[in-house]
């Protein structure tokens, strides 16, 4: 709800919204869809009118409305399924961390969704994190600061 009135400003239609919810009464699960910002972005590699294009200040895929045609091709090829249709105008919604601070993140009472920053996010996926690599507490790079490492 908050994702398709903070893009709207009027519509409160979770058939609006860029993240999704499935539920799996089997384990008792909720879980959500959101678009995982690739580096590579399949999604817009895959986008044959050019819809699809980088945002300079976010450095993520965002989309052009005017100039998707709802043909789905992004929909095929993202490993998350994390892209969702405007039921009114039949073009592509995608997560573009509304302009970067995202509004789910803030409103989710249970603190479920977090927005990492670079620095945490290289943290929690254990690569080393920023304080080791002798570039300065806020590089970011992920690199451990060791010499000679197996490069595959
Ligand atoms: S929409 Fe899907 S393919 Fe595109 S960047 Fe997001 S997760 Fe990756
Ligand atoms: S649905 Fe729209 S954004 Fe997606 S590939 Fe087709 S034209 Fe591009």
Same mark, same amino acid.
Do not use: K
């Given at each position: 709800m908050t994702c398709s009135l903070t893009h709207s400003k009027t519509v409160v239609n979770p058939r609006m919204a860029r993240i999704h919810i499935s539920s799996d009464a089997l384990e008792a699960?909720?879980?959500? @869809? &959101? =678009?995982q910002q690739c580096e590579d972005?399949? =999604?817009m590699d895959a986008c044959p009118t050019g819809a699809? &294009? /980088?945002?300079?200040?976010?450095g993520i895929v965002v989309v052009?409305?005017?100039?998707?045609?709802? =043909?789905?091709a992004c929909e095929a &090829?993202?490993?998350? @399924? @994390? /892209?969702f249709f405007d039921p009114e105008k039949d073009t592509a919604l995608k997560c573009d961390l509304c302009g970067g601070t995202p509004e789910c993140v803030k409103t989710c009472r249970l603190h479920a969704l977090t927005f990492p920053t670079a620095k945490e996010a290289v943290i929690a996926a254990g690569t080393g994190g920023a304080e080791d690599c002798g570039n300065g507490e806020d590089c970011g790079c992920g690199d451990s +600061?060791?010499?000679? +490492?197996?490069?595959?």
């Open positions: 699960m909720d879980s959500p @869809a &959101v =678009c972005h399949p =999604c699809m &294009v /980088i945002d300079e200040q976010l052009h409305p005017e100039d998707c045609t709802g =043909c789905r &090829v993202c490993p998350y @399924a @994390a /892209i +600061g060791e010499e000679g +490492g197996d490069d595959r």
